[in-house]
């Protein structure tokens, strides 16, 4: 290979069509109240662990949504599962119950 | 939607662009590595379509590269333009016509600036007077030469020799087309077919004879993107966009793209040999890559022009399989006969890409 002093950058756009929904599926049939977020973001503003770590629910919702599983484990680490999340959720998502199962998920995953 | 309505909007995406008595600008870029597009778009003016053009000698950059690199200020860039108006309003000519895209985009940009700040206007004008000692007038009419073989594309095809179809197989040529963001994305309702339905490169392949390829990055940058290329570090993110359109337009087999800008067409050219040299990687079935034409190439060999003459050696990507399917003839021994008649060594051969 000649070399030009630069590499091609990788495209950061996510392609739906290549993405493995299987984390997704499971989580869905776990918790079904899940898929009634609106995004609103409540949760994230209520959380404690948030105050001190740069731990977002609603951001981790989002990357499982789309499939970026990277580093998703090591950030649902640092719920403290208070469930003040799930006490202020306006559309009632188990949260609480929602890390508990993605962080199961994600550790079969990982094995 | 009833046929007159279609007809009534489309109209609003037209523009207007002049008849004849054109002042011609050259392109920085162009002049150096496609410089038979430009001698080929005053020989099609002038012995195609009788229109008179003036090729101005003491013309000169307009800034373009170093103002959208935030190099050059944009009081050096207006003074910069003012004086190629100068020249303009001294050869008495109204109408302007840029090679290159990105001055199109500049000088649409400057003219519209002064409409809107005459404050500004009044401050170029002095600066041009007190570093040259020139005045000018702008012009009346700004259009882009695509738009002027656009606007005569049917003039033209009664006089080609050839037209967009395969020779083997009776069917058209799938042709990929690509415009220049500084075309019609800077000030929409200057490009025909405005930013949303760009047709200045699709109206003219439709009507010699192509079939436009519609892909789904169709849109998205050449990779160009001045100061992402200007230092070698980030040259990556440019070949990066340049690479997700060949991705997207892959599947569609194109026979060749072309462009009506001087960066396009140098980017999605070189770009190739890059990504086949980087990834041995190429985006036709062959490995000899995409052929990227300028608008003036595709009507010049379809007019039966000399392809040599036409400067199609030049590109990266070499042309003679494209030209073997349309069925124009050329003499591969004096592909590289320099001006002055001598044969020029051959190019160094890239160790991915055929040639």
């Known amino acids: ?111 | 939607m009833d046929e007159s309505k279609n007809k009534r909007y489309w109209n609003e995406y037209q523009k207007e662009i002049a008849d004849d008595k054109f002042f011609y600008e050259r392109s920085c870029i162009r002049q150096t590595f496609f410089p038979g597009s430009e001698a080929a778009f005053l020989k099609i003016m002038r012995e195609e379509l009788g229109k008179d053009i003036r090729d101005e000698a003491n013309q000169h950059t307009c800034t373009g590269i170093g103002y959208h690199s935030d190099i050059v200020p944009l009081e050096t860039t207006m003074t910069v333009v003012a004086r190629l108006f100068s020249l303009m309003t001294d050869a008495g000519y109204e109408n302007y016509v840029p090679s290159c895209v990105t001055s199109f985009g500049i000088f649409t940009e400057m003219v519209e600036m002064w409409k809107e700040h005459p404050e500004m206007l009044e401050k170029t004008r002095k600066y041009l007077k007190e570093a040259t000692g020139r005045d000018f007038e702008a012009p009346k009419n700004i259009a882009h030469p695509s738009d002027i073989i656009y606007k005569y594309r049917f003039e033209l095809k009664e006089k080609m020799k050839y037209q967009l179809v395969n020779r083997f197989t009776g069917k058209p040529l799938r042709v990929v087309e690509h415009i220049g963001c500084h075309y019609a994305k800077i000030f929409p309702e200057k490009g025909i077919g405005k930013a949303e339905f760009p047709y200045v490169l699709a109206g003219m392949i439709e009507a010699w004879g192509g079939e436009v390829v519609d892909y789904p990055e169709r849109r998205h940058c050449c990779g160009f993107g001045f100061r992402h290329y200007l230092l070698q570090e980030n040259r990556g993110y440019s070949v990066a966009n340049t690479k997700k359109k060949f991705e997207s337009m892959e599947p569609f087999e194109p026979d060749f793209i072309v462009t009506n800008c001087p960066g396009c067409s140098m980017f999605m050219d070189k770009w190739q040999y890059t990504i086949a040299e980087m990834e041995n990687k190429t985006y036709d079935k062959d490995g000899y890559g995409i052929p990227v034409l300028t608008y003036e190439e595709m009507a010049g060999m379809l007019l039966g022009y000399d392809p040599w003459k036409l400067g199609m050696q030049l590109h990266q990507v070499q042309v003679e399989n494209l030209l073997d399917k349309i069925g124009i003839p050329y003499k591969p021994n004096e592909k590289y006969r320099g001006a002055n008649g001598e044969i020029l060594p051959s190019p160094e051969k890239p160790m991915n890409l055929k040639v």
Do not use: H, W
């Open chain 1, 1 to 111: 290979m000649r070399k030009f002093g630069f590499s091609i950058s990788q495209t950061r756009s996510i392609d739906l069509d290549q993405i493995d929904f299987s984390c997704l599926d499971e989580l869905r049939e776990a918790v079904p109240t899940f898929m009634v977020c609106i995004n609103c973001g409540a949760c994230t503003a209520t959380c404690s662990a948030q105050q001190f770590s740069d731990f977002n629910i609603r951001k981790i919702k989002t990357m499982l949504m789309q499939g970026q599983y990277e580093g998703l484990a090591k950030q649902l680490d640092k719920c403290m599962l208070c469930g003040k999340c799930t006490l202020v959720c306006p559309r009632e998502v188990n949260l609480r119950n929602s890390i508990v199962n993605m962080r199961r998920i994600l550790t079969k995953k990982n094995k």
